[in-house]
């Protein structure tokens, strides 16, 4: 056998290939963390801005800090497996790890001064595979897109001097985004329940279910509650903690039910707008039950270590072209790095 010997300049060259590959890597990261374009909206200005607005509370979330762990099984029907080949969606139980909480990075907020609530649920599937999904007690999102979802929250800091958001600087900001007018409307009218368990909690942004011939679906789901709704009391108010007080005793005297809805689009359906929301006479799919048995407090429960990236799906489960799908992802991602290192820290 042979071997040819190189040139200098092909030596050369093959050098500045094997240099090149690094350097790109290294551009990319920097690119990705907003150093080459620092105008540029990431992650970390998120995080950020969310901590600025729910203040400093090392050890929590950014956002939705205040919460309890549940756990449960989630019993599928079989009905959603026509649409989509995920496990989950098979005749069967799976495990749920989950997690009710309030929006804001407060964990301290007083239950009956925060509307906006949420249900975070990771399914541990066969295989090892998870479904992580998070949903809120509303029906739509407030804007499009993550610069206006940031611009959002800067226009609702609190003044220093006040302590309360700029009503001058929100006016702005509605003049400049009208798309959040119809949010506006509903929050105006909406009347928080006296219970998580009455909540329904909506998927708000889109996704693509995938059967087994590879035929797509784009979809939303709902957690519809089987407790009837009862709006908060005078007396609700009186216990900074009457959601979490509730859950506890309501799981005291058995478990709590909400039915799995999946509505399915239409082909003119809007999949990458979560602030727009689709004709209620879409087909709905009932896929199942969840059934959660068990709250513990955060701290000690099973699901304060768990990140509920919405961007972690089980096969049969896509995301769509929402934007605002890699954002949570990605500050999820930052915040959980956060406060991991700022609880091991505690224990040095």
């Known amino acids: 056998m042979t071997t040819t010997s190189l040139t200098p300049g ?35 200005k998120l995080i950020t801005v969310l901590q600025q607005s729910g203040g400093e509370h090392p050890g929590y979330r950014r956002n939705h800090a205040k919460g309890i762990c549940v756990t449960g099984n989630f019993i599928s029907n079989g009905n959603a497996s026509a649409i989509s080949r995920a496990s989950v969606f098979s005749p069967g139980e799976t495990p749920v790890t989950g997690r009710f909480a309030l929006a804001g990075g407060n964990p301290a907020a007083p239950d009956y001064a925060v509307p906006v609530r949420s249900m975070a649920l990771a399914f541990q599937l066969p295989d090892g595979e998870q479904w992580r999904t998070g949903m809120n ?26 302590g309360k ?8 900001f509605i003049a400049k985004h009208p798309q959040i007018l119809p949010f506006l409307a509903w929050s105006k009218q909406y009347v928080p329940s006296s219970s998580w368990a009455s909540d329904r909690f909506n998927g708000l942004n889109a996704f693509r279910f995938i059967n087994r011939s590879g035929e797509t679906h784009l979809v939303r789901w709902s957690m519809v509650p089987h407790a009837s709704y009862q709006p908060i009391t005078a ?20 478990p709590l039910k909400w039915d799995l809805l999946i509505t399915v689009a239409h082909a003119e359906d809007d999949g990458s707008d979560a602030a727009k929301s689709w004709p209620a006479d879409r087909q709905v799919i009932n896929a199942g039950t969840l059934v959660l048995t068990h709250a513990t407090a955060q701290a000690q429960g099973p699901c304060n270590d768990i990140n509920y990236d919405p961007l ?21 991602a930052k915040s959980y790095n956060a406060r991991t290192r700022e609880q091991a820290g505690e224990h040095l």
């Open 10 to 44: 092909q030596k050369i060259a093959r050098l500045a290939l094997v240099a090149l590959v690094p350097l790109v890597l290294i551009v990319l990261f920097l690119w990705v963390g907003g150093w080459l374009t620092p105008q540029r909206l990431t992650s970390d």
């Open 312 to 332: 972690i799906l089980p096969d049969g489960i896509a995301a769509s072209d929402d934007p605002l799908l890699n954002a949570r992802s990605s500050a999820y």
């Open 165 to 172: 958001p700029n009503p001058e600087k929100f006016k702005a």
């Open 137 to 162: 007690a509303m029906p739509f999102f407030p804007i499009s897109t993550v610069e206006d979802f940031y611009e959002l929250q800067v226009a609702t800091l609190p003044d220093p001097a006040t």
């Open 235 to 254: 007396e609700d108010k009186n216990n900074s903690n009457f959601l979490q007080t509730d859950l506890q005793q309501r799981l005291a005297q058995g």
